[in-house]
Structures are given as structure tokens and as C-alpha cells.
């Protein structure tokens, strides 16, 4: 039997920014990026389908798949917090070719 998606969290309002490459062993900060001006908007939708659990990042209107991070555990590689935020987090958006492009998000 094929499993079902269960979605387990929606936020209507979540804004996406292109961050700097990262130059020390410092954590990542919010303050670095360009906060008044969000690259992308959209809506966050965090599922889960048998044990996977992957956070899909949609278009609000259309519903068109932005771009998606498997999450395995926090903190980890897919996830992490900033350093001078709650709100805001560092994801790792991996495609079905296994490319990946870490990016900010903020709620």
C-alpha cells in the first residue's frame, strides 16, 4: 500500500532572500541580508509522506512548487537557525538531480 501525504503545517506568509556565501565558521545572521526586500514570497507547506518529511516552498495563487527540503532532523545540514534571529533560518533546497542551494527564509 502506497503511503498518503499528511500535511503538518501551514504558513501562508513566508519570505525568501539570496544570502551571502558563507566567509568563517560563523553562524549565519539574519541581519546580513536584505530584510526590507524579499527576493520571493510564497507559502511554506511542511508534509509528511511514510517517514519523510519535506518542506515544500509554493506559489500562494497557483500553488506551483517553488523548491522543497527534505528535512531528516534540526538542527541539521537542511535546517539551521540564524544567529541574532528566532524568525528566520537557513534551508537547504535540494531538486530530484540532488543539486543543492542553501537559502534564507523568514516568517
Partial sequence: MEDYERILLIKSDV???KIP????????????WKLDAPDWTGRL???AKGKEC???LEDKMT???F???PVDKYPGIALE?????????VIRLQDDNGRNAFIGIGF
Fill in 15 to 17: 519570505f525568501i532572500f
Fill in 21 to 32: 556565501p558563507k566567509t568563517t565558521n560563523r553562524a549565519h545572521r539574519a541581519a546580513d
Fill in 45 to 47: 507547506r511542511l508534509v
Fill in 54 to 56: 519535506i518542506l515544500k
Fill in 63 to 65: 500553488g506551483q512548487l
Fill in 67 to 69: 523548491g522543497k527540503c
Fill in 81 to 89: 537557525s540564524v544567529s541574532d534571529s528566532s524568525r528566520y533560518f
